[in-house]
């Protein structure tokens, strides 16, 4: 799910559609500069922390700090704040085996 509100803001991406997972921090003047403010944003998001080209995508950012970005399959970014973002990272990039019904 990406935003709080489901049915709303919200969006599922399959596991299947993930190509990359990648976490870096911004400042507010990150925020302010490449997304003009906080809050849900579509705008220039960090593509790669090591390469500083920007790509546009969604971006859920109630606040400044670490984050993590989602590169779909279509080449399509999601980006979220959060303050553990290398288990969120984990977690993301973990097979999880199937539940048996």
């Known amino acids: 799910m990406f935003g709080p509100w489901k049915g709303v ?11 990359r997972v990648f976490t870096g921090t911004w400042t507010w003047k990150d925020n302010l500069m490449n997304l ?21 995508g969604w971006a859920y950012n ?15 970014f999601y980006q979220f704040v959060t303050h553990e973002p290398e288990t969120v990272k984990q977690t993301i990039s973990t097979d999880i085996p199937t539940r048996l019904s």
Do not use: M
Not at 9 to 19: G, V
């Open 36 to 56: 003009g403010g906080w809050g849900i944003r579509y705008g220039r998001i960090a593509a790669d922390a090591s390469n500083p080209t920007k790509t546009r």
């Open 62 to 76: 109630p606040s400044n700090g670490p984050f993590v970005l989602i590169q779909c399959q279509d080449n399509t």
């Open 9 to 19: 803001t919200a969006k599922r991406i399959p596991r299947s559609n993930i190509q």
